[in-house]
Antibody, heavy 122, light 106 residues
Framework: EVQLLESGGGLVQPGESLRVSCAASGFTFSDYPMAWVRQAPGKGLEWVSSISGSGVTTSYAESVKGRFTISRDNSRNFLYLEMNSLRAEDTAIYYC???????????????WGQGTMVTVSS | DIQMTQSPSTLSAFVGDRVTITCRASQSIGNWLAWYQQTPGKAPKLLIYQASSLGSGVPSRFSGSGSGTEFTLTISSLQPDDFATYYCQQYNNRWTFGQGTKVEIK
């Protein structure tokens, strides 16, 4: 069974850093691009960042560019999101998601984790 | 960035009703469009990809159509499990979601 399991969320103060992780299982992790999508409380979905299967190519939403870094460890089947200079508006559930198709091609997200909550507040 | 606009924002319907949700893109995205269903406290679930292809395990009462800038999601006969929020997403140029359509019980 294909599964994604996020961890690492928590409460941090504005300006601090946090790294969230996503453990993948049930598929050949290195074959698929992966993404982070967030959802602020009571709000809609916002794509945050994506990374190619090899980890060489990345893409970021303008709202996080320069502050967040996506990475992956294909030897351990983990996806990461390093978040720096956190702001109150970054408060959200962070979901990791798997691309439907392999390769850096246009793709929907066919598998999602359960999410991890990040709260930025003083 | 490509903007996605859904209508309506909220929809009230009875079990058994035929329901249609519209999604418009700010520029042509071909057929690179997906639909997701989200129930409270749960992660989104892929329903439709490439505008009209049914996701794995998704009931056939769900269907998608459209291309270019205008797309629709149709539920042919609304079931109790279908009361949820639905999001469209373009993936022609990076990824953008619509604001969501909440389907409520009438």
């Amino acid at each position: 069974e294909v599964q994604l399991l996020e961890s690492g969320g928590g409460l941090v103060q504005p300006g601090e850093s946090l790294r969230v992780s996503c453990a993948a299982s049930g598929f050949t992790f290195s074959d698929y691009p992966m993404a982070w999508v967030r959802q602020a409380p009571g709000k809609g979905l916002e794509w945050v960042s994506s990374i190619s299967g090899s980890g060489v190519t990345t893409s970021y939403a303008e709202s996080v560019k320069g502050r967040f870094t996506i990475s992956r460890d294909n030897s351990r089947n983990f996806l990461y999101l390093e978040m720096n200079s956190l702001r109150a508006e970054d408060t959200a559930i962070y979901y990791c998601a798997k691309d439907l198709v392999g390769g850096w091609e246009p793709a929907a997200f066919d598998v999602w984790g359960q999410g991890t909550m990040v709260t930025v507040s003083s | 960035d490509i903007q996605m606009t859904q209508s309506p924002s909220t929809l009230s319907a009875f079990v058994g009703d035929r329901v249609t949700i519209t999604c418009r893109a700010s520029q042509s995205i071909g057929n690179w469009l997906a639909w997701y269903q989200q129930t409270p406290g749960k992660a989104p679930k892929l329903l439709i990809y490439q505008a009209s292809s049914l996701g794995s395990g998704v009931p056939s009462r769900f269907s998608g159509s459209g291309s270019g800038t205008e797309f629709t999601l149709t539920i042919s006969s609304l079931q109790p499990d279908d009361f949820a929020t639905y999001y469209c997403q373009q993936y022609n140029n990076r990824w953008t979601f619509g604001q969501g359509t909440k389907v409520e019980i009438k």
